[in-house]
């Protein structure tokens, strides 16, 4: 069963028209939730963490929020350049320190 | 400051072969994880090094190793090469304050790895 579930796994908008990406997930316990961006041939680009229900963090026309379950990023007015994979990520809470869980993302792209 | 170094870009091995790849992690990091990523997936969790111990692993077999340099540079190796093994390698730094905690993660570029 997977921990972290995206959608939509693709998502086309015109320059300026907002949206949400969804991010749910299934942990005992969470630490931290990660949002990431990820362009072709690059590693993924560190956006927000966000670590308790009803946090939410912004970042030029991104947002993010959390809540018990879930996590939105929310894309306002975007522009070309925010064509990109996103990735929202998970770290569970429990002793030792173990590594992120990656839901498989989100494909935007934003026509001019 | 400069940022996490992958090398080499671009690796084409043959089955049962092994392999090194090598990371260089931003100035001030004293952590660094491995992560791959197949077409189409989200990076998945190899394991991590902090302070040139192993203190964090995924679901990967014992032929994943490895190693984290006094400079905090690191390597990945793996043996006997499978097919399935062909993907993007990410390596990531951080900065961590102790055991358990996981500020964000710097990663480069990665290494793409093709397993004929």
């Known amino acids: 069963e997977d921990q972290v579930t995206q959608s939509p796994e693709a998502l086309r908008l015109q320059e300026g028209e907002s949206s949400s990406l969804n991010c749910s997930y299934t942990?005992?316990?969470?630490?931290?939730l990660f949002w990431y961006r990820q362009d072709p041939g690059k590693g993924p680009e560190f956006l927000f963490t966000l670590y308790s229900a009803g946090e939410e963090k912004e970042k030029e026309r991104l947002k993010a929020t959390l809540t018990k379950k879930e996590s939105f990023l929310h894309i306002t007015a975007p522009k070309p350049e925010d064509s990109a994979t996103y990735l929202c990520a998970v770290q569970e809470s429990g002793g030792g320190a173990d590594g992120l869980t990656f839901g498989k993302g989100t494909h935007l792209i934003i026509q001019p | 400051e400069t940022g996490v170094t992958q090398s080499p870009t671009h690796l084409i091995k043959t089955r049962g072969q092994q392999v090194t790849l090598r990371c260089s992690s931003q100035s001030g990091h004293n952590t660094v994880s491995w992560y791959q990523q197949a077409l189409g997936q989200g990076p998945q969790f190899i394991f991590q090094y902090y302070r040139e111990e192993e203190n964090g692993r995924g679901n990967f077999p014992p032929r994943f190793s490895g190693l984290q340099f006094p400079n905090y540079s690191s390597e990945l190796n793996v043996n006997a090469l499978e097919l399935d093994d062909s993907a993007l390698y990410l390596c990531?730094?951080?900065?961590?304050?102790?055991?358990?905690?996981?500020?964000?993660?710097?990663f480069g570029s990665g290494t793409q790895l093709s397993v004929l």
């Open positions: 990531a730094s951080s900065f961590n304050r102790g055991l358990g905690t996981n500020e964000k993660l710097f």
């Open positions: 942990v005992s316990g969470l630490r931290g």
